[in-house]
């Protein structure tokens, strides 16, 4: 599990993950394969931007779950 923010805003985060091709974008965790999620729209979606600041879950906060996929489809 890796952890990163974009700097600025959270539209760059949207946009970086639109742009990318083998991870896969899910709400949660629990395939194989490769996922990018952005904690604020998903986990965090019902809480205010106080409640995901205090638990250190920022707008362009980007985790990516590397997955098991096998690299002959890619």
Request: charged share 25%; hydrophobic share 45%; proline share 4%.
């Amino acid at each position: 599990m890796l952890s990163f923010e974009l700097r600025d805003a959270a539209q760059r985060a949207d946009d970086f993950m639109r742009r990318t091709t083998i991870p896969i974008m899910r709400p949660s965790l629990g395939g194989v394969h490769t996922l990018l999620t952005r904690p604020a729209t998903t986990l965090a979606l019902g809480m205010s931007r106080d409640e995901r600041l205090s638990l250190v879950v920022s707008d362009d906060l980007i985790r990516m779950s590397v997955g098991i996929e096998a690299t002959e489809i890619f």
